[in-house]
């Protein structure tokens, strides 16, 4: 059967592929389903068709799958962040669980994977400490709608597959409910100023992001404007407005950047109010959060991740640990109090000085961060590590450092994953030496399709 764009079928979706898509098929071919649910019956409609599939999105659903509830949020049907939305919270993790297991099976090639049952996030919404929204002079407006509200500026999320388009939003249930007051705020000010938003095909206006981090420990909101260029008058009453009306606001910063990048981080950066920082706690921790700092985005997830991670780690006191890209040190920092050392190398120098002024302000002394190139550093190192924790970006390990794991690993790794199917390729280059003991999933991201995932390895005499 031939399938062309704008035809439409009555399917039945069998199961969920990785990016919450429903599958179905149709003459053969797999098709993706936007919206849809497994075990839904629907009417799709084709919008996109390549050479060994297609994509639809669902038009009517004819009999609704009993894992369905209704999405919580109004823009569920266009934003496509949390895409499991319509998913039961119980079935959202069983879908990431055979995700992990699925690649595990089919890329690491292991027939009966040691996957553990997925441990819930303590929060299913308002679990984000931070999140960005994007200013763009061209919103996003549904197929058939009609006028020129296109040319409207907008405040929100970029549209699926439509990157210059922006769809308006005046929340995001991600977010804790004090975080989505201080926004409507800013986007009534950024709203009604005379200052345009920016555009990115023609790199002209002002408003760029809308940036709020969050700390748990101190329930205290940082707010970070992103603009193209400093207007210190416009900001600085911007400042005071927000200030006077939320009190749960513990600074203001404006960071500025003429880089035609969509990226909201920036050259330059104004502390408007406070200290320009935030304050947050895991365990006894204590992080010093600025504007461009990375941190763990679910802080009471991250606790739990950090936990499993020392629980696999199996540390008695006496062994030194490498952490290889330790990023901001927080997860060495963690088991600092559990080993004799923990050496950290990662690539990024803001990062590393992170991390050592994370260890200085901790009083932790039996930690040292290194910056450098982790495949020529790893095997630089002067000693051999008892313990290896790992936690790749998505791409997964680079196949130096596999090799050089090969040759003269230590007896137990333990790998941080981002990405199921970097994972399962890489405990296939490792299976030569290392045995996949147990593989721990944790939904740190309710609602959409990313789970995290700590595994333990055995070297095998």
Avoid at 228 to 248: D, H, K, V, W, Y
Avoid at 272 to 282: A, H, K, M, N, T
Avoid at 400 to 428: E, F, M, W
């Amino acid at each position: 059967m031939g399938l062309r764009i704008h035809d439409t079928f009555d399917v039945f979706i069998e199961g969920m592929a990785f990016g919450g898509n429903g599958i179905a098929h149709v003459g053969g071919m797999t098709v993706f389903v936007e919206g849809g649910i497994a075990q839904d019956r629907a009417r799709i409609r084709i919008v996109q068709k390549k050479r060994r599939y297609a994509l639809a999105r669902v038009l009517e659903l004819i009999e609704p799958s009993a894992y369905r509830v209704d999405p919580p949020c109004a823009y569920a049907d266009r934003c496509g962040g949390c895409s499991l939305q319509g998913m039961r919270l119980d079935m959202q993790r069983q879908f990431k669980k055979s995700h992990v297991i699925e690649s595990l099976q089919h890329i690491g090639r292991i027939e009966e994977p040691p996957v553990l049952e997925p441990i819930a996030s303590p929060l299913a919404l308002g679990y984000r400490n931070k999140v960005e929204w994007t200013c763009s002079p061209l919103r996003w407006v549904a197929e058939g709608s009609s006028g020129d509200s296109a040319l409207q500026p907008a405040i929100g999320f970029h549209a699926p597959r439509v990157f210059s388009k922006v769809i308006d939003m005046e929340a995001c249930l991600l977010v804790p409910e004090a975080g989505n007051d201080i926004y409507r705020a800013i986007r009534s000010i950024i709203f009604s100023s005379d200052l345009p938003v920016y555009d990115q095909k023609r790199h002209e206006g002002f408003w760029r992001f809308v940036m709020l981090r969050h700390s748990v420990f101190e329930d205290r909101w940082m707010v970070n404007v992103i603009t193209s260029r400093q207007e210190n008058g416009i900001c600085t009453r911007m400042a005071g407005q927000l200030q006077e009306r939320f009190p749960a606001i513990g600074t203001i910063v404006n960071n500025v950047t003429a880089k035609k990048a969509q990226i909201a981080v920036g050259e330059a950066e104004t502390v408007l109010s406070g200290p320009g920082y935030l304050r947050e706690r895991i365990g006894e921790l204590e992080f010093r959060i600025s504007a461009n700092s990375f941190f763990q985005t679910n802080t009471r997830g991250a606790e739990i991740l950090y936990e499993t991670v020392a629980a696999f780690a199996d540390l008695q006191g006496d062994e030194t640990v490498l952490d290889l890209y330790c990023g901001t040190g927080a997860i060495a920092l963690y088991l600092a109090k559990r080993a004799k050392a923990i050496v950290g190398i990662e690539l990024a120098p803001s990062a590393v000085a992170d991390a050592a002024a994370n260890a200085r302000r901790n009083g932790i002394e039996n930690c040292t961060f290194f910056q450098g190139d982790i495949r020529k550093a790893y095997p630089a190192l002067p000693d051999r590590p008892d313990v290896i924790i790992l936690d790749p970006p998505r791409s997964g390990l680079h196949p130096d450092i596999v090799k050089h794991l090969l040759q003269d690993g230590p007896g137990r790794i333990v790998y941080v994953s981002c990405n199921p199917t970097t994972l399962a390729r890489d405990a296939a280059m490792l299976a030569g030496r290392y045995a996949l003991t147990r593989v721990q999933p944790i939904d740190m991201f309710p609602h959409t399709y990313h789970i995290e995932s700590v595994a333990a390895l055995v070297r095998m005499p």
